[in-house]
Each structure stands twice: as structure tokens, then as C-alpha cells.
């Protein structure tokens, strides 16, 4: 009996963070991250993962990884409520928004040892109500690293504009008070979602990185994370919804 009360009150502090985490981001991981921790989120591409033998990355696309779960008939696929047509009408709106979704990446193609430079990242897509950005070194799912594990230091908060493209600091705004808040992940907030229309979720962070001292050719990549169901709908946080796409890897020589 009071094991039951105990598994049952562990149970229910449990289950509302979680959903407080996924889906609508992570808002409580303020900090560098990088994308290998979205482990539910289905893959845009293959190439994000040139070490896996290639039937694993296969499995790690949204054709295997989401619509092969919403269409399999049985558990543990949390869409086995839904009627066909409503199955096919879930996949045609992700790969809506899987079409209208795309993140760039800006750089100067080259600089000097201990230089500033300025870079942009611009994102677009995914349903909100937010977007993650993450600053990485390269497009590999499983094994790119923040930037600053390639020896470019973020030296000052990134410049937030969300969909309004208007100033926000309601991530940062998050971090612990007194906190350093360069930080090379960041989920733009407040965005709204209405493919119909074609309104989609965008912004733009402008980051500022000192070069490494060690010249080089580095690549600087940006990682976007986005979902593609309705979030209202999304009462498994199991789900393959999520997505993981990246910029092009741009160059920049330190010389
Ligand atoms: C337990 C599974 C799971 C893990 C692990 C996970 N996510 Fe997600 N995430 C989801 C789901 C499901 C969605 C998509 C919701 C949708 O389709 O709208 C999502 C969507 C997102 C979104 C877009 C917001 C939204 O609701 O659409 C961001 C940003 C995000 N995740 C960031 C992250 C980051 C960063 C990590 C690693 C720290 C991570 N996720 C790990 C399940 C996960």
C-alpha cells in the first residue's frame, strides 16, 4: 500500500517535467549543447551520420523513424488511435513543414588568430512554439561538437530576433542570475505556427566568437531543431516528430 502511494506520488512529479521538456523544446538545458542529445528526433538527411553503416542512418530518417511509426499498427507506436486518413494527413503536414524549413549559417571566409568575428545564423520552419539553434563545428549528428570545443570562444551574449524580428532575450533571461550568458544554444521563443497560411517559425542569432589561436581551416555549422506535429496532439514525448537539420558547413581560415 504505501509502496503503491509512493510509486504513484513519484509517478505524477515525474510525468509534468517531463512533458515540461519535450516536446516544446528543453527549457530548462540553458547551456552549450549539441545534437546528439535529441536522440527522438528523426534525422533530415543520411550524410548527418557517415560513421553508421548505412541501413542504421537509413532508420534514423523521417520516412523510417516517423511515418514508419505512424503507420505501424501496433504498440508501443503512440499513433495507433488515429484512422488512416488521419495518419496520412499527419504525414503530409510534416512534410510540409519538413519542405519549408532551412537553417544558413554566415561567416567570413577567413581571419586571424584571436580575431572577432561576427556570425549569423538565420532558421526557419518546424511548428513552434519555439526553435532551438545550437553553433557546432560540423553537420554530424551523433558526434558535432559545440563551437567552442574547436577552440573559438563565444565572447558575448548571442543577438537574438525572433519571428517578429524584434530584439529577445527570453532564453538568456533564463540563465542563473550573475551567469555568463555566451552561450552556442539557444531556443527562439514565441513563435507561431500556421502552414496554411504559410506562416512559419523563424528568427535570427548573430553570434560573436573570438578565432582559435592555432591557424587552420575550421568549419562552423549551425544545428536547427524543430518538431512537425501539432503540439497539442504530442501526449507521447516519444514521439519521432522531431527533426534535426543543419546549415552547410562553412569554412573559415585562420591564418
Ligand atoms: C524523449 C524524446 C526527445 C528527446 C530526447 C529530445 N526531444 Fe526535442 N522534441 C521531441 C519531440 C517529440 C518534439 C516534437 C514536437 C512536435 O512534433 O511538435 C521535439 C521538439 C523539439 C524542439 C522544437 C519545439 C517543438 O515543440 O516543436 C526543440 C527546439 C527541441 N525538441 C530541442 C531538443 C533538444 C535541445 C534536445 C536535447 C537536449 C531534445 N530536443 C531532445 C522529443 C525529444
Wanted: glycine fraction near 8%.
Amino acid at each position: 500500500m504505501k509502496k503503491t502511494t509512493l510509486l504513484i506520488a513519484g509517478l505524477s512529479i515525474a510525468l509534468p517535467a517531463s512533458s515540461l521538456a519535450y516536446p516544446n523544446g528543453t527549457p530548462q538545458y540553458v547551456t552549450d549543447a549539441a545534437p546528439f542529445c535529441a536522440s527522438c528526433h528523426s534525422s533530415v538527411k543520411a550524410e548527418y551520420m557517415p560513421e553508421l553503416p548505412p541501413d542504421l542512418a537509413e532508420k534514423e530518417l523521417p520516412e523510417a523513424k516517423h511515418y514508419g511509426m505512424v503507420r505501424m499498427g501496433a504498440p508501443p507506436s503512440p499513433y495507433i488511435e488515429l484512422t488512416k486518413d488521419e495518419k496520412e494527413r499527419l504525414i503530409k503536414a510534416a512534410k510540409e513543414i519538413d519542405a519549408n524549413s532551412r537553417v544558413t549559417v554566415s561567416a567570413p571566409g577567413k581571419t586571424s588568430p584571436g580575431s572577432e568575428i561576427k556570425v549569423t545564423v538565420s532558421a526557419s520552419g518546424g511548428n513552434g512554439p519555439v526553435i532551438g539553434v545550437m553553433l557546432v563545428d560540423s553537420a554530424l549528428r551523433y558526434q558535432a561538437r559545440p563551437i567552442a570545443s574547436e577552440g573559438w570562444l563565444v565572447t558575448a551574449e548571442p543577438e537574438v530576433k525572433g519571428q517578429d524580428g524584434k530584439k529577445q532575450t527570453d532564453w538568456l533571461d533564463k540563465r542563473r542570475k550573475g551567469a555568463p550568458r555566451n552561450l552556442s544554444f539557444v531556443l527562439i521563443e514565441r513563435q507561431r505556427s500556421d502552414p496554411a497560411n504559410g506562416v512559419y517559425p523563424e528568427g535570427t542569432i548573430v553570434f560573436t566568437l573570438k578565432a582559435p589561436a592555432k591557424p587552420g581551416a575550421y568549419t562552423v555549422t549551425a544545428a536547427l531543431l524543430y518538431g512537425t506535429e501539432n503540439t497539442d496532439k504530442a501526449g507521447f514525448f516519444q514521439r519521432p516528430s522531431g527533426r534535426i537539420l543543419f546549415s552547410e558547413e562553412k569554412t573559415v581560415m585562420v591564418e
